[in-house]
Every structure is written in structure tokens, then in C-alpha cells.
């Protein structure tokens, strides 16, 4: 059993395939789907990493066998003992203390307040204006979780929390990830920076915490750390429910989990709305269709949550987009004890990846994969199980719903306002980090509709 190692792609005496995965990443995985299969080893100077490339193989990691598979020691050093990195006791500990703010129905309340921040920021572009559309939608996103979950004014000195937010995220480039930790990379110096301000805003941030009146997800967490009432995401107490009683213990641990919420509860979503966009840019018969679709629900009247289930031609253009641009294009996990995938072992210890790109533009499980087309989501018998934009099981993603609505009441605002255009030189390219990243700006000129 411990010689069935999964095959490597072909690669380069010493370096094995660190040439070929650092250039890029994506087409490396899946152009080793397609030579290798479902199942296949990184063979990289820091030792294997392993990939998993079928849906069935993604229901055993993240469902039926998720206690087997754990959190990456990465994921620790980035968000400390945050609900992102975590497992097991301490996972469902914290999950229960922050799943009242991310429920529907506290969800709905802010949707006028994400109408105002898009509003906002749209009206601060003038007609004509050519813009960096992710730099954009990262400062609308973060603007947005700072005026809802988090509770504090996005225009204080603590919108370095963002640009810090950011350098988190470039620590995880392919190149990085394929060296040994003790090797200095200008990522790695910038990330160490970044954790410290990070730790220092988030610190003050949570001692100015407003008293008893303030419901944010800041204010609960401080008043936890400080051993006052818990709260239940609409400023009640929380005392007496045992789950998460105990949660967070200290101002540390509330500073992890912020932490992964700043970072979790922007980027992905920003980078959502960008592709969005690129893709409407490039099509312009399913922008006319949406943009059409945006003017009769709305009617010239503010987005309301009522509105959201109507659009439903730009929810599949979401979709769509979410699929061939997934925000997070791969699932790291580490193997808690071998495990056999079709014949192949993936030893205990061993870090792998679940590939959600390759699963998103493979031709087994959807009709032309690399094509746009959100008329695909209109099929009621089509399987979700090639689909994990937001992961799967009992650790997908707390603020899918919270993405979801945003995405929908950012774009019907913009689309409603401006025509978006798409200026840069040619088909656009990915460079993946943690997450999966543009290479380069994505530049779009507003046209005022």
C-alpha cells in the first residue's frame, strides 16, 4: 500500500515539477488531469503535494470522510486559531458564536447600508473614467464589511487594514509555496508586516468597541474577550446556550478571527464581482439581457432584499462567472492517515489539494467547459457536485449567503448606473495566489448609462 503513490507529471532532475507549477499553476493541474488523472503527486523540492480532481473524490475530503483531512499548517500561520483555520472542537465552538451574524435574516437588514456603499463608490467615478476594476471592487468590498458585520467607518485610519488584508494573500503565491520556509522571498517579508498591522489595528479596533447599543460582530467578540455576555448576532445575550459559551477567551483570539474575516470577507467577494464584470464586458448580448433584466426589477426604485430573488438572469451570470473564475480555485487540506483514492495512496501527512478549478472547466462534467454560457444554469437536472465555489459540507463557506447577496445588490447598482467596458489587451490571464488573482489590472471604462 505505501508504494501506490499516486503518478507525478513529467519534470526536471532536482526540481522536479516546481518549474512547471510555479510558471502556472492552473494549467499545470489541469493539463495533468488530463495526462496523469483524478489523482496525481507535485513533485516539488519541499517534498509531494497531492491533488484531487473529481467530484467524488471532493465529497470524501470536505463530507463523508472530512475527519480524515484537516487544515493546512498555512492557514494557521495567516488567521491563527480563526474559524478558517481550524478543525474539530474549536472549529464548532467558533462556528457556533459567528453563525448568527451570517443567518438571512440579519443578512436582510443590511442590504440598504451595501446599497449605500455602492452608491457611493459609484458616484465617485466620472463618466468616461477608466478604472482598475479589482482595486475598485476591493475597496467597495471591504467598505461594505466594515459598515455591516464589522461595525466601524471604513474612511478611518484603519483602511491600512485592507492594503494588509492584501499582502496576506501574496504570501501564497506558487513560487513561495514551493520553497522551504527558511528561504526569504519579498512575499514572505511582506506578509510578516502585514501580521503585525493587521494584529495592531485589529487590537485597537476591538478596545474602542461601542458599548451595549452596538450588535456588530467587533462589539460581540470584545465584549467575549472581556468575559461580558455573549451576544446572539442582534445584541442579546448569549449566556446560557453551551455552544461557543466559551468563545473567544482572550482579545488574541478575537484578533485571529478577524483576521480571517477581513481577509475572507472581501477579497473573494471582490474578486467575484471583477470577473463578473470581464465577463459582461465580453458578452455583450448576456450584458444587454441583464442590464434589461436591471432596469425592469428595479424600476428606478433602491435595491431592496425583495428584489433579489427576481434577477434571476443575473444570478445566473454569478453563477457562471463563479464557475469559470472560481475566487478560490484550490481547497488545501492535510491527510490525517493514508488514504487510497481509485488504487492511489495518499500517506498520513501529506498536504493536497482539491482542485476546484480543474473541476469547474472539465469537459466530463460540464458542455463546453471553457465557454461562458449562464443559459447552463437554466437545466434543473444538472449535478452540483463539479461545483464548489464556496466549498462543500459542513465547513463551506459561513458567508456564502453574505457573498451572494452582496454580489447581487453591487452589481444590479452598478449595472443600473454605468455601462462597463472592458480596456485592457486581450483575453484575460490568472496569476493564483491563496486566491485566484488577475494577472495584472483588469481595466474597465464607465460609460453613465
Known amino acids: ?146 459598515t455591516t458585520l464589522l461595525g466601524f467607518d471604513p474612511d478611518s485610519d484603519r483602511a491600512d487594514l485592507r492594503r494588509a488584508a492584501d499582502d496576506l494573500n501574496g504570501y501564497f503565491d506558487p513560487v ?70 466559551d468563545y473567544p477567551r482572550d482579545v488574541d483570539a478575537a484578533i485571529d478571527q478577524l483576521i480571517g474575516l477581513v481577509f475572507a470577507g472581501h477579497e473573494t467577494t471582490a474578486l467575484a464581482l471583477t470577473f463578473t464584470l470581464y465577463c459582461l464586458a465580453e458578452h455583450p448580448e448576456t450584458y444587454d439581457r441583464v442590464e434589461a433584466e436591471v432596469d425592469d426589477v428595479l424600476g428606478g426604485e433602491p435595491i431592496r432584499w425583495e428584489h433579489l430573488d427576481e434577477l434571476t438572469t443575473l444570478q445566473r451570470v454569478v453563477d457562471e462567472s463563479l464557475r469559470l473564475y472560481p475566487p478560490v480555485h484550490a481547497l488545501p487540506r492535510e491527510a490525517t492517515r493514508a488514504v487510497e483514492f481509485d488504487g492511489d495512496v495518499v500517506p498520513s501527512g501529506a498536504e493536497l489539494l482539491v482542485s476546484v478549478y480543474a473541476m469547474h472547466r472539465d469537459e466530463r462534467f460540464w458542455e463546453h467547459p471553457e465557454a461562458f454560457d449562464p443559459t447552463r444554469w437554466t437545466e434543473r437536472d444538472r449535478s452540483a457536485d463539479a461545483y464548489l465555489p464556496f466549498g462543500a459540507g459542513p465547513r463551506r463557506c459561513i458567508g456564502a449567503t453574505f457573498a451572494t447577496v452582496e454580489a447581487r445588490v453591487a452589481l444590479a447598482e452598478l449595472l443600473r448606473r454605468y455601462r462597463f467596458e472592458y480596456a485592457g489587451e486581450g483575453e484575460l490571464s490568472l496569476s493564483p495566489e491563496m486566491t485566484n488573482q488577475p494577472a495584472g489590472d483588469v481595466p474597465m471604462t464607465v460609460r453613465r448609462r
Request: hydrophobic share 40%; glycine share 8%.
Open 1 to 146: 500500500m505505501e508504494d501506490a503513490r499516486p503518478p507525478a507529471p513529467d519534470g526536471l532532475p532536482l526540481l522536479g515539477n516546481a518549474v512547471g507549477f510555479g510558471r502556472d499553476p492552473l494549467t499545470f493541474t489541469t493539463d495533468a488531469v488530463d495526462s496523469v488523472g483524478d489523482v496525481f503527486r507535485i513533485d516539488l523540492p519541499v517534498g509531494d503535494r497531492y491533488v484531487l480532481a473529481h467530484p467524488r473524490h471532493a465529497e470524501r475530503v470536505l463530507v463523508s470522510e472530512r475527519d480524515a483531512f484537516e487544515k493546512t499548517d498555512d492557514f494557521a500561520l495567516a488567521f491563527g486559531n480563526s474559524v478558517v483555520a481550524v478543525d474539530g472542537e474549536d472549529w464548532r465552538e467558533q462556528r457556533a458564536f459567528l453563525d448568527p451574524f451570517f443567518f438571512a435574516p440579519r443578512i436582510r437588514t443590511f442590504v440598504p447600508t451595501m446599497r449605500e456603499q455602492v452608491v457611493d463608490r459609484a458616484e465617485s467615478w466620472a463618466d468616461g473614467e477608466r478604472i482598475s476594476t479589482l482595486s475598485e471592487m476591493k475597496a467597495l468590498t471591504f467598505e461594505i464589511l466594515a
Open 176 to 245: 513561495t509555496w514551493a520553497l522551504p520556509d527558511w528561504v526569504p522571498t519579498p512575499s514572505g517579508r511582506r506578509f510578516d508586516d502585514a501580521k503585525a498591522t493587521l494584529r495592531d489595528r485589529l487590537r485597537s479596533l476591538l478596545e474602542e468597541a461601542a458599548g451595549p447599543d452596538d450588535d456588530s460582530l467587533v462589539a460581540a467578540l470584545a465584549a467575549a474577550a472581556r468575559g461580558d455576555d455573549r451576544r446572539d448576532g442582534k445584541g442579546g445575550s448569549r449566556n446560557g446556550d453551551a455552544d461557543g459559551e
